[in-house]
């Protein structure tokens, strides 16, 4: 039998880091003799997918470059149904393979379906049943599930999410999330929770030590942390909805927070959105115990999350990701996709109200026993075998494996 041809498109930080470690499993010698594995990126975010593919060593083989100054959802989904629709007629693959909720995925898979070809969605069935919360994420992750003919569900709550809106229960399978597999390769000498085998150089150049044995960040800022007796708390806000007031709201919050407690360090890496940077200037730059940073790359934020007391953040992925470390989180929105976290006890939803942001901080900082329920608590997200499930499933999809692997649970 011929190999198939498998083509993984993402166009994101976000995606290239839950991608790479799939990426990674298909292209393993006893793999690659059945599948041959392509990659496209759009680049809809350039730089900081860039860093991704360096450490990963990942070299596209097709590059869209549709990035650019001011571009708005309508030219990112234009650009990629253009710019890929010519890959797929050269590339002829027989599966497409797509990530989570970006308006990348959501048009690769419309651009799949266009050309008839399969396509597979990895962190399928996540819902938020807000359509406008995450905005566009919430709408691009349902029209991916439409379009697609596999999907990889990180959890069985987000698997019953897709069996309620009737797909193929045949089709879907509960692999755990991509985002734990990452740590093998980007955390200084393994992760804190034993989710993979650590990589004390995985990642060649980028994981480097210092004299003391440590990792050293490629921030320097974060190079004179005393993480041994201080409250290190990382901090990420950037979604479209919490643009202006509930990020002023936030801001102050942790402002109040950096002043009462003296022995804790707020890291916030500010996103480059003009609005993002002007507000966290106005609000936090000068403060006691804040530190603002640039983005940090992929090596930096999970070493920096590997040694940070807990994390606040309205990202998707950090929900996933700091409880594999058994860092608490704080979620800095109204609704989450991800509402396992919330039953497990390894997430806690404050919204964006100043006083309640500050409260449910507050309350971890003063409570151990809470902190350490929270910070013990089993994450529901995965186990560091997503990727090794999803090749399984495609190569029993295609009939080259007999049986299925045993599913996340």
Do not use: W
């Not at 149904?81 to 959501?106: K, N, Q, Y």
């Not at 003391?212 to 490629?218: K, M």
């Not at 992929?298 to 994390?311: A, I, P």
Request: hydrophobic content about 40%; charged content about 25%; overall charge neutral.
């Amino acid at each position: 039998m011929s190999k198939i041809k498998i083509l993984c498109v993402f166009g994101t930080r976000p995606e290239a880091a839950k991608m790479a470690p799939v990426i990674q499993e298909l292209n393993k010698e006893e793999n690659r003799r059945h599948a041959e594995t392509q990659v496209c990126v759009t680049a809809q975010h350039r730089e900081m997918l860039d860093q991704v593919l360096d450490i990963f060593k990942i070299k596209p083989d097709y590059d869209l470059n549709i990035m650019k100054a001011g571009q708005t959802l309508s030219d990112i989904t234009t650009n990629v149904l253009a710019g890929l629709g010519p890959v797929l007629e050269e590339a002829r693959p027989d599966l497409v393979l797509v990530h989570g909720d970006t308006t990348t995925s959501f048009a690769a898979a419309l651009t799949a379906f266009y050309n008839k070809i399969p396509c597979g969605h990895v962190e399928a069935g996540l819902r938020s049943f807000d359509k406008y919360q995450p905005f566009p994420e919430e709408i691009n992750r349902k029209l991916t599930g439409v379009l697609a003919d596999l999907h990889f569900s990180p959890t069985p709550q987000a698997k019953d999410n897709l069996l309620r809106e009737n797909v193929d229960p045949s089709k879907i399978f509960v692999t755990g999330n991509t985002a734990l597999d990452c740590f093998a390769t980007t955390i200084y000498g393994g992760p804190g929770a034993g989710c993979g085998a650590g990589a004390s150089g995985g990642a060649g150049r980028r994981l480097r030590a210092g004299a003391s044995g440590e990792y050293r960040y490629h921030c320097e800022k974060l190079n004179s942390i005393d993480f041994t007796n201080t409250r290190v708390i990382l901090m990420t806000a950037h979604r479209r909805e919490n643009l202006g007031a509930p990020l002023v709201n936030i801001c102050r919050a942790v402002r109040r927070l950096a002043a009462r407690y003296k022995d804790t360090l707020f890291v916030y890496p500010v996103h480059f959105n003009r609005l993002v940077r002007d507000t966290a200037r106005k609000e936090l730059e000068g403060a006691a115990r804040v530190v603002l940073t640039d983005p940090l790359d992929l090596c930096d934020m999970h070493n920096l999350m590997n040694k940070s007391f807990l994390v606040l953040t309205d990202s998707g992925g950090l929900q996933e990701e700091a409880p594999g470390l058994r860092k608490p989180v704080i979620v800095l929105r109204n609704v989450t996709e991800r509402p396992e976290g919330l039953s497990a006890g390894t997430l806690k939803l404050a919204g964006t109200e100043e006083s309640v942001v500050f409260e449910t901080a507050a309350r971890l900082l003063d409570d151990p026993a809470e902190y350490n329920r929270m910070a013990s608590a089993k994450n529901p997200y995965g186990d560091g075998r997503a990727s090794i499930r999803i090749a399984g499933v495609i190569l029993r999809y295609f009939d080259i494996k007999e049986t299925l692997p045993e599913e996340f649970c």
